[in-house]
């Protein structure tokens, strides 16, 4: 969409003028940022992350244009929250460094009813017995997978180390954002919900593929507007090994949260013995697949974003604090067929734990079993540290996930509002 722009670009539809989609979602387009033009789902994107928008924009391989979510924010080199087109190249960066992360979602028979808080909690302790949770923890041995077995490349990255992590992280949750969740549905059943991706693994994949790319853009003399999107040809030797790892790392990510899915569902049987469980969604959120878009054949980058093809079942999560959503793919087209995949930070990390305190975090989460909040190492102690608390996952460093389902009411339909129960965060 086009036309009347304001101080920012942003052009606010009237009633009277507007098609329903419109009136449904904050959007706008600026044709002025660079070769191709942005589409905004999201009213105002901080400033850092227009700013890597339209260095997208002007990227030599991007095509269409570039579409940004309502849930965007400020990645490495391309926000999080954003889908880009290219028909001949892959940017790892584009990918992001966890590759493959994504959500997973259960619905169980149990009643809504039937889940009190010291069951909630019971099922919740349990589990964090059989899944290793939190950044570097790992299994004690390596993990039997098929995967393990098929995968006979030796790239640079599969070092001795980086591969014996790999054989004991398969079923771990990982740290920062990446959750455990048992929530109530509006459907009147308990679900249950994973947040991770491929852990150490695909950050070593993206990091490598990435160093391949840059050096391959400064000896083919490729103009970047940021040497952070550097990019590898599709048809290039270099390209098909980034490939060949990308959809290894896919496979692994999607494997780690099948596993933890199995221990959530023994976790919950043995308190529930009569739960019936569902069959697993699953969606990725940071990859790159060849699709067709405007009858053209090209890889769509969805760093941060979900599919949403029409008729397709995704899942959008909130903040620990606030509901999650089973979501119907809309289709539409200027969105490459993709949604928001989450409620997108509105404070960055460091910026939660300075500016925000215990006693308000506390209150986010009444009703709902957690942990509490851990003490930053060195607290009291270090000047260099920005509060006692680590609040960087709090409900308030994220935006209100109302806002964001509101914004993208042409891309998605709400299929199920989940509200959460109890939470264990990485």
């Known amino acids: 969409m086009s036309g009347r722009r304001g101080g920012h670009g942003i052009r606010k539809v009237p009633a009277a003028e507007a098609s329903p989609a419109e009136i449904a979602t904050v959007k706008w387009t600026r044709k002025d940022w660079g070769r191709v033009p942005v589409i905004s789902w999201c009213e105002q994107p901080d400033p850092k992350a227009a700013e890597q928008a339209a260095n997208l924009a002007r990227h030599p391989a991007v095509e269409r244009h570039v579409a940004l979510m309502p849930d965007c924010h400020v990645g490495f080199g391309?926000?999080?929250?954003?889908?880009?087109?290219?028909?001949?190249?892959?940017?790892?960066?584009?990918?992001?460094?966890?590759?493959?992360?994504?959500?997973?979602?259960?619905?169980?028979?149990?009643?809504?009813?039937?889940?009190?808080?010291?069951?909630?909690?019971?099922?919740?302790?349990d589990l964090k017995r059989a899944v290793p949770i939190g950044e570097g923890r790992s299994h004690r041995g390596p993990q039997k997978?098929?995967?393990f077995e098929e995968y006979d490349a030796a790239p640079p990255w599969k070092t001795r180390d980086a591969w014996d992590l790999a054989l004991r992280s398969l079923g771990?949750?990982?740290?920062?954002?990446?959750?455990?969740?048992?929530?109530?549905?509006?459907?009147?059943?308990?679900?249950?919900m994973i947040h991770s991706g491929s852990r150490n693994l695909g950050l070593r994949i993206a990091h490598h593929y990435q160093e391949v790319a840059r050096r391959l853009c400064e000896r083919r003399r490729v103009g970047l507007p940021?040497?952070?999107?550097?990019?590898?040809?599709?048809?290039?030797?270099?390209?098909?090994?980034?490939?060949?790892?990308?959809?290894?790392?896919?496979?692994?990510?999607?494997?780690?949260?099948?596993?933890?899915?199995?221990?959530?569902?023994?976790?919950?049987?043995r308190h529930v013995p009569e739960a019936d469980f569902e069959p697993d969604l699953d969606v990725h959120h940071n990859y790159a697949v060849l699709e067709r878009h405007f009858g053209e054949a090209g890889w769509v980058h969805r760093k941060?974003?979900?599919?949403?093809?029409?008729?397709?079942?995704?899942?959008?999560?909130?903040?620990?604090?606030?509901p999650s959503y089973i979501v119907r793919g809309l289709?539409?087209?200027?969105?490459?067929?993709?949604s928001a995949h989450g409620?997108?930070?509105?404070?960055?990390?460091?910026?939660?734990?300075?500016?925000?305190?215990?006693?308000?975090?506390?209150?986010?989460?009444?009703?709902?079993?957690?942990?509490?909040?851990?003490?930053?190492?060195?607290?009291?102690?270090?000047?260099?540290?920005?509060?006692?608390?680590?609040?960087?996952?709090?409900?308030?460093?994220?935006?209100?996930?109302?806002?964001?389902?509101e914004a993208q009411r042409d891309l998605v339909e709400p299929v199920v509002r989940l509200r959460p129960l109890g939470v264990v965060k990485g």
């Open 145 to 147: 997978w098929e995967g």
């Open 343 to 405: 409620a997108g930070r509105r404070m960055g990390r460091m910026e939660a734990c300075r500016s925000l305190s215990r006693e308000e975090c506390d209150a986010a989460m009444r009703g709902i079993v957690f942990d509490g909040w851990r003490r930053l190492p060195g607290a009291g102690r270090r000047r260099d540290r920005p509060g006692e608390y680590d609040l960087e996952e709090a409900p308030q460093a994220y935006k209100p996930i109302e806002g964001v389902m």
């Open 172 to 192: 771990t949750l990982g740290g920062g954002n990446h959750f455990l969740e048992l929530q109530a549905g509006e459907d009147g059943r308990v679900w249950f």
């Open 331 to 338: 289709g539409h087209p200027d969105s490459f067929s993709s």
């Open 304 to 322: 941060g974003a979900t599919a949403a093809a029409a008729g397709a079942l995704g899942i959008v999560p909130g903040s620990m604090g606030s």
């Open 78 to 125: 391309m926000p999080i929250g954003a889908v880009i087109f290219c028909p001949r190249d892959i940017l790892p960066n584009a990918v992001g460094v966890d590759i493959g992360c994504g959500m997973r979602a259960v619905r169980t028979s149990i009643p809504v009813e039937r889940m009190t808080s010291p069951l909630v909690r019971a099922i919740l302790d």
């Open 226 to 269: 940021d040497r952070d999107l550097a990019h590898l040809p599709v048809d290039s030797e270099e390209g098909r090994q980034y490939l060949r790892d990308m959809e290894f790392a896919l496979r692994f990510a999607r494997e780690n949260r099948r596993r933890m899915s199995e221990r959530f569902r023994e976790a919950v049987a």
